[in-house]
Nanobody, 115 residues
Framework: VQLQASGGGSAQAGESLRLSCAASGRISTYSSEAWYRQGPGERRALVARIGSDGSTYYTRSARGRFTISRDTRRNEVYLQMNDLKPEDTATYFC??????????WGQGTQVTVSS
């Protein structure tokens, strides 16, 4: 499985960005898809996850501002990020877990939010 993330960039606080992750496989067969982020000097941490049944989970920092979604026909996963804050600055990684729970990672896309 190969994952290609895109959509990162620079934004002002309060603005929005939409991240995309294109998968080489059929995401409809995967157990879950997720977005993680890693800020400077920090460990990689979960932001949001969507399960095979469409259920979603958001960490507290993302809840209410970010939305994870997917398009199984395009084999793409998205992260809509609204009301961005400087603390959202990080490298964002898409992640999938196949049906046997094997994880795969994309290459990361940088998001920089200035105040």
């Amino acid at each position: 499985v190969q994952l290609q993330a895109s959509g990162g960039g620079s934004a002002q606080a309060g603005e929005s960005l939409r991240l995309s992750c294109a998968a080489s496989g059929r995401i409809s067969t995967y157990s879950s898809e997720a977005w993680y982020r890693q800020g400077p000097g920090e460990r990689r941490a979960l932001v949001a996850r969507i399960g095979s049944d469409g259920s979603t989970y958001y960490t507290r920092s993302a809840r209410g501002r970010f939305t994870i979604s997917r398009d199984t026909r395009r084999n793409e996963v998205y992260l809509q990020m609204n009301d961005l804050k400087p603390e959202d600055t990080a490298t964002y990684f898409c992640n999938v877990e196949t049906s046997d729970l094997t994880p795969f990672w994309g290459q990361g896309t940088q998001v920089t939010v200035s105040s």
